[in-house]
């Protein structure tokens, strides 16, 4: 139980162009998610904590208007890179929280952007 | 200070010993003890979870924990090369959720 899944696994786009990553809890409900950011060899970063049919709650210096962050239903958060940049390249992470306040992460997107 | 507080290592033990790895956390009210795996280039793994103080044992885990010290370990018995990886220690305070930087472990063949 607790599978989390990502989609896309890997994506390369050109600059400028936006991207959609998608988190889905697969064999339970999640009111709340999570989205992670990592860079190579660096500690997870806290991107934003996204809540069911409510807005999302971004961390300091998160830019909300680039990361559209959506949580429409308990099994389905979106994540939106607009206009992305080289810098935006990285892996994200998503992870949804369990009963206990535990976390189950998803397997990651690698976003490469051009 | 921060939430959580993890050594970084790196941590090196060779196959067959015992790895230990602590953690330390500053709010003296948190609930909930989780250490996650992550493999280089993969996302995290929850390993184990604890929630009272004393051992708590899975295979060749043992997770510890200590609310009266504020400290969390994990040992690591028989250790195996694919035990090789970082391990991040969270907590659980209230709503919030805290990782600490993770400890990278190698285990020596």
């Known amino acids: 139980g607790a599978v989390v899944s990502q989609h896309p696994s890997r994506v390369i786009c050109k600059s400028g162009t936006s991207v959609k990553i998608e988190c889905r809890s697969l064999?339970?409900?999640?009111?709340?998610m999570f989205w992670y950011r990592q860079f190579p060899k660096q500690s997870l970063m806290l991107m934003a904590t996204?809540?069911?049919?409510?807005?999302?709650?971004?961390e300091q210096g998160v830019e909300k208007d680039k990361f559209l962050i959506n949580h429409a239903s308990l099994t389905l958060s979106t994540l939106t890179v607009t206009s992305a940049h080289p810098e935006d390249s990285s892996f994200y992470i998503c992870?949804?929280?369990?009963?206990?306040?535990?976390?189950?992460f998803g397997p990651g997107t690698r976003l490469t952007v051009t | 200070q921060k939430e959580v507080e993890q050594n970084s290592g790196p941590l090196s033990v060779p196959e067959g010993a015992i790895a230990s790895l602590n953690c330390t956390y500053s709010?003296?009210?948190?609930?909930?003890f989780f250490w996650y795996r992550q493999y280089s280039g993969k996302s995290p793994e929850l390993i184990m979870s604890?929630?009272?103080?004393g051992d708590k044992e899975d295979g060749r885990f043992t997770a510890q924990l200590n609310k009266a010290s504020q400290y969390v370990s994990l040992l690591i018995r028989d250790s195996q090369p694919s035990d090789s990886a970082t391990y991040l220690c969270?907590?659980?305070?209230?709503?919030?959720?805290?990782f600490g930087t993770g400890t990278s472990l190698t285990v020596i063949p």
């Open positions: 969270a907590v659980n305070s209230g709503n919030q959720f805290y």
């Open positions: 992870s949804a929280r369990g009963q206990v306040y535990e976390q189950y």
């Open positions: 604890i929630y009272s103080n």
């Open positions: 709010d003296r009210g948190s609930q909930s």
């Open positions: 064999d339970f409900q999640a009111t709340t």
């Open positions: 996204s809540n069911e049919g409510s807005k999302a709650t971004y």
